[in-house]
């Protein structure tokens, strides 16, 4: 079936290590999105990427770094500069523009830093 | 993109139509009106979107007003598995992932 696939679910890490959150789309999408939820909050859009070999810092990249290599995958990379990187974090991607489209959400990846 | 205003939180019976109300008065003429759920723990899921006429899919109904300065988002016959938060998003352009989230309302619904 085609979508979006995050790995792992769940990710322990300690304080001051870097960590690689990984986003994989079949779905043949040009664009794809990093996003940020804390407990009891709504989205916050880290990075986004229109094309492969290039993207745009949302609205809190800092702290985060992100690659896009190949056009299905878009890891993202929590660095030991995000002072509070424990967050559940969700990858999405969509059309970049053929008409207004709806973004497809991966389950998430829950980073717990210790 | 336009803010949008939703209620904090709504109940609703199961088998009975959910209506979950959504203002954007600031919308403005090429912007579409964007709705997604989040189910606990899960991504956020598409529901339905529209410009100014009424949409309907498998899902849910989109009744947009003539003003398109609000907007009810209808489940007609809601079930324990649509306990969820929704989202009401005003979005124009491209982009279509690059969405601003609000608080949303949390629909619970009872048996």
């Known amino acids: 079936d085609g979508g979006i696939t995050q790995s792992p679910k769940y990710l322990f890490r300690k304080e001051g290590q870097n960590v690689t959150l990984s986003c994989e789309q079949n779905l043949n999408h040009d664009a794809m999105y990093w996003y940020r939820q804390d407990p009891g909050q709504g989205l916050r859009l880290i990075y986004y990427?229109?094309?492969?070999?290039?993207?745009q810092k949302g609205d809190i990249a800092e702290g985060y770094s992100v690659s896009r290599e190949k056009k299905e995958s878009f890891p993202l990379t929590v660095t030991s500069a995000q002072k509070n990187p424990t967050a559940f974090y969700l990858c999405?991607?969509?059309?970049?523009?053929?008409?207004?489209?709806?973004?497809?959400f991966g389950q998430g990846t829950r980073l717990t830093v210790v | 993109d336009a803010k949008t205003t939703q209620p904090p939180s709504m109940d609703c019976a199961e088998g009975r139509a959910a209506n979950l109300p959504c203002n954007h008065s600031?919308?403005?003429?090429?912007?579409?009106v964007y709705w997604y759920r989040q189910i606990h723990s899960q991504g956020p899921q598409y529901i339905i979107h529209?410009?100014?006429n009424n949409e309907t899919n498998e899902m849910a109904s989109l009744i947009i007003t003539e003003d398109r300065k609000s907007s009810t988002l209808i489940l007609p016959h809601a079930t324990l598995r649509d306990t969820a938060v929704y989202y009401c998003i005003v979005k124009g352009g491209t982009s279509y992932g690059k969405l601003t989230f609000g608080q949303g309302t949390i629909l619970t619904v009872h048996p």
């Open positions: 529209g410009l100014k």
């Open positions: 999405a991607s969509s059309n970049r523009d053929r008409g207004p489209a709806e973004a497809f």
């Open positions: 600031t919308i403005s003429g090429n912007e579409y």
């Open positions: 990427s229109q094309i492969v070999n290039d993207f």
